[in-house]
């Protein structure tokens, strides 16, 4: 707001109005939009403009008329790269060392973005820019995930004037859990009528960008596109998977040998670049789900699997790159190609979370339950399909990731080394080049800033803010050569690097592999100036230079809120573990024990619902029931894992889906004459199976009467990863069981309420819980 430069009299008619002094600020005169793409879960090494397989017709067009990066870098993991998006200020600087779900009472490690770090989208909205955030957010904190919370840290109180997209870390792609502005929504239609989720977004942000441009020609835009992809689950329409069919079938470590000349030809990569070697850290040092398993010690089944298995990834990536293909059609039909700033990137290095055997449901592996191999095969050809929630194995992991050592979660160049293209006609000259100077992902908001004309502010809101962790890449646009960065730190889960003048420290500490001694990790030393690839390590030569590059590591772990650093292993270590809950978490059971859930209210975040996971529970539906009555009373998961009470066909029915193996787990009975009834379910838990699954007897109850009994198993972990929560009377995406489709909403009759009472035993298994949490980003 400026100053009021009217007159005010006692008669309207002797004095002067002032409208400037209450408009917002305009852009600058020629002002570009800006246009940042940001896929999931992505190595160098897998796209067609830095030499890979997987083809991006939309990104290689880009590259063609703009710049390709070979040294740009990020932290490693999903929420903490995209809050240096967000502030422009390293990932501990603004609470997210890591996913906000393994939050604990720290400055670094607590998962709310300070007022000292304001947020990029604030500072361009009051400059003149509209602002839009579409996809992935994972940024909001756990304790702000339902409906009741706060919503300040949700995107609109960020700066953004819409929002359309998933909270969590992940969402199945064919029936996801969606949110608009500072709500929860219903996907707007299904995949039998064409859904999919990189389609909707695409659908959901030229909507945006044209609202603006219809009634504001002339107002610049900020559009945060952030698609599923390429995060698990993979899914993709059947014809762009079979567009990849027998490409990947002489196996991940061929590819390696095959995609390195491709880089290096492209200029992606030095000449000299030498391949790391495979499974490269000592036993021990990393957990075993991390290990790769050998392409020549494969079954022939396995093979098929594991080849299908990338060929749904492909298809899944090339797939989202032609929904970001329609943007930017678009773009260029109404003539703003030209001065829109395009980057288009990835958040963090392939992804291991596959398992060395991949998955046909990843929530078997964050359960703690192995993969059936049979059970795997019989579904190959239903692979990213909505009868999948697959992820491929932990060679692929290595294999676009090439040529580095390791993948994501790790501060090898395998975890933090990302493509990057930038793409603005009307900004720089250059068309299809390449630039190798060395940056971050906290560099990318001091760019933007800088092609914008905007400054961040010192102090915003009235608080003092902190400076910006990063350099502009503006330089860069010119020409290539020395890079102007000369300092970045890494941390992720224990694992910790530095680079400093085209030197690189990385202390040898895998991730959740519950080391202790800090003190005795061993660290490696690596000239990146002549070794891209972090291929060998010269500390014995250069003791004196690892020396340097470790104290200036602590130097910047100290003034970027690093420390503590954390890698508790909860699983088995009763210290760690009684640790690790005298943080900052927020227990998933009330004092009482007891949840109370209404009809047509929201949906409840998995991660606020009433915790039935591996303890014993007991839950109570009041309702009025009538001979029409039907539909769902309550439901909570998908076909991959959840329970639901259900009335159908003249019966109530309580299915219990253990990790969407077959068959489902239901007791029946027939429907009470019509009046109010309470339908009860009790599960006791009397011991836990070879994986830590809940083993005991569940009994359904009609009123006084116990009317069915069986044996049944309960998970551990979660019952979606995806983020599909708990409803009163409809079923909000996925259906728990076979036995009904999408929605089911209940007619027929009314829910008063359902009760969940979790039992005693709920605290000691927050183990559990705990180490589903730590196990997912």
Not at 368 to 384: I, Q, S, T
Not at 386 to 402: C, Q, R
Not at 556 to 569: F, Y
Request: charged letters at 20%; aromatic letters at 12%.
């Amino acid at each position: 707001m400026r100053e009021f430069a009217g007159k005010i009299e006692l008669d309207v008619r002797n004095s002067k109005a002032d409208w400037d002094a209450f408009l917002p600020d305009k852009a600058p005169k020629h002002a570009p939009n800006v246009l940042v793409v940001l896929y999931d879960d992505t190595g160098t090494a897998a796209w067609s403009p830095y030499g890979g397989r997987i083809d991006m017709p939309t990104m290689d067009r880009l590259a063609k008329g703009g710049l390709t990066y070979s040294q740009w870098h990020t932290t490693a993991l999903c929420s903490p790269t995209r809050s240096t998006f967000l502030t422009g200020r390293n990932h501990h600087q603004n609470g997210f060392a890591t996913i906000s779900e393994s939050s604990t009472g720290f400055p670094g490690y607590n998962s709310h973005i300070p007022p000292s770090n304001a947020t990029m989208a604030n500072v361009l909205r009051d400059a003149g820019w509209s602002t839009f955030w579409v996809g992935k957010n994972h940024n909001v904190p756990i304790d702000e995930w339902t409906a009741g919370a706060s919503k300040k840290n949700w995107p609109l109180a960020q700066g953004y004037d819409r929002f359309y997209g998933f909270i969590g870390g992940e969402t199945n792609n064919w029936y996801p859990s969606l949110a608009e502005d500072n709500h929860y929504i219903d996907q707007p239609y299904l995949p039998e009528d064409g859904y999919h989720l990189s389609k909707d977004l695409a659908d959901q942000a030229l909507k945006m960008i044209r609202d603006v441009k219809q009634t504001e020609p002339d107002k610049p835009w900020y559009l945060w596109f952030c698609p599923g992809a390429n995060h698990a689950p993979h899914h993709a329409p059947e014809e762009y998977i079979a567009k990849y069919m027998g490409r990947f079938d002489d196996g991940y470590e061929a590819y390696r040998e095959w995609v390195l000349p491709r880089m290096i030809e492209r200029g992606i990569l030095p000449a000299d670049t030498d391949l790391t070697e495979v499974n490269p850290m000592p036993d021990g040092t990393f957990t075993q789900t991390d290990l790769v398993r050998p392409w020549a010690e494969l079954t022939d089944e396995e093979k098929a699997m594991f080849c299908r298995m990338a060929e749904v990834f492909a298809g899944f990536s090339e797939y989202t790159d032609a929904q970001v293909g329609r943007i930017v059609d678009y773009l260029e039909e109404s003539g703003q190609l030209e001065n829109t700033l395009i980057l288009y990137c990835a958040d963090n290095g392939a992804s291991g979370e596959g398992s060395p055997n991949g998955s046909v449901n990843e929530g078997k592996i964050f359960g703690g339950y192995p993969d059936d191999e049979a059970d795997n095969l019989r579904l190959v050809d239903k692979l990213g399909s909505p009868d999948t929630y697959n992820h491929y194995p932990t060679g692929w992991a290595m294999a676009f990731s090439t040529p580095y050592r390791m993948f994501k979660r790790y501060s090898y160049q395998g975890g933090v080394c990302d493509p990057l293209v930038i793409h603005w006609p009307a900004g720089f000259e250059a068309r299809g080049e390449i630039r190798s100077q060395y940056h971050h992902s906290t560099d990318i908001v001091p760019t933007i800033l800088e092609a914008c004309g905007v400054t961040m502010p010192e102090v915003y809101a009235g608080v003092e803010q902190t400076p910006l962790s990063g350099v502009s890449m503006g330089y860069s646009f010119a020409a290539d050569g020395p890079t102007e960065k000369k300092t970045q730190y890494y941390e992720m889960l224990g694992s910790r690097g530095i680079w400093h003048e085209g030197w690189k420290a990385v202390a040898e500490h895998g991730p959740m592999a519950g080391m202790s001694g800090f003190e005795n990790d061993v660290w490696q030393l690596f000239h990146t100036d002549v070794d891209r690839a972090e291929a060998h390590d010269l500390a014995a030569e250069h003791p004196e230079k690892l020396e340097e590059l470790k104290a200036l590591w602590l130097e910047e772990a100290k003034a970027n809120d690093v420390l503590p650093l954390n890698d508790l292993q909860i699983i088995g270590n009763p210290k760690d573990f009684e640790t690790f809950i005298g943080m900052e978490f927020h227990q998933p059971t009330p004092p009482s024990g007891r949840y109370i859930y209404y009809p047509g209210t929201s949906e409840v975040p998995e991660r606020s619902a009433a915790n039935v996971h591996g303890v014993s529970y007991k839950i109570a539906a009041e309702v009025e029931l009538t001979a029409e009555s039907q539909g769902v009373i309550f439901a909570h998961g998908s076909r991959f894992g959840g329970h639901a009470l259900v009335v159908k066909d003249g019966q109530v029915h309580y299915i219990y889906n253990f990790l969407g193996i077959p068959p489902e787990n239901r007791i029946s009975a027939p429907v009470p004459t019509s009046g109010k009834h309470i339908i009860g379910v009790e599960f006791t838990k009397e011991g836990m199976g070879e994986y830590r699954e809940g083993v005991g007897p569940l009994k359904l109850y009609l009123d006084d009467q116990q009317v069915g009994e069986q044996q049944i198993r309960t998970v551990l972990g979660h019952f979606s990863l995806c983020g599909e929560g708990l409803t009163i009377g409809r079923d909000s995406a996925d259906p728990v069981s076979s036995m009904y489709g999408y929605g089911f909403d209940f007619t027929g009759g009314e829910i008063a309420r359902v009760v969940f009472d979790i039992a005693d035993d709920a605290y000691l298994d927050l183990e559990a819980h705990l180490a589903a949490a730590m196990s997912r980003d």
